[in-house]
């Protein structure tokens, strides 16, 4: 399995990113995949979860109504858009595919910076 995130950078509060994430070794249509997020000295969150087919979506109560996530199968890439975003969104942002045991696949992430 490989996770590719890419997209973050340095933004201003209010402004928008979006992060992709190119994955192998798998059969990512199959799988449910996830976006977490980890800031200096906390611990790795949630942010949100699409169904194999894109038919369904959760976010964490935070990111509701500012992030989107979305998936194209037939490039095997996830997709969280972000805006609006706020300094507290400051992290590394990984994806990840739902197992049954859990994430257990991680990617180098990609670090989202919130700051004027």
């Known amino acids: 399995v490989q996770l590719v995130e890419s997209g973050g950078g340095l933004v201003q509060p209010g402004g928008s990113l979006r992060l992709s994430c190119a994955a192998s070794?798998?059969?990512?249509?199959?799988?449910?995949m996830s976006w977490y997020r980890q800031a200096p000295g906390k611990e790795r969150e949630l942010v949100a979860n699409i169904t194999s087919a894109g038919t369904s979506t959760y976010y964490a109560d935070s990111m509701k109504g500012r992030f989107t996530i979305s998936r194209d199968n037939a490039k095997n890439v996830v997709y969280l858009q972000m805006i609006s975003l706020k300094p507290e969104d400051t992290a590394a942002y990984y994806c990840t595919p739902v197992t049954d045991y859990g994430p257990v696949y991680w990617g180098q992430g990609t670090q989202v910076t919130v700051s004027s």
């Open positions: 070794g798998f059969t990512f249509s199959r799988y449910s």
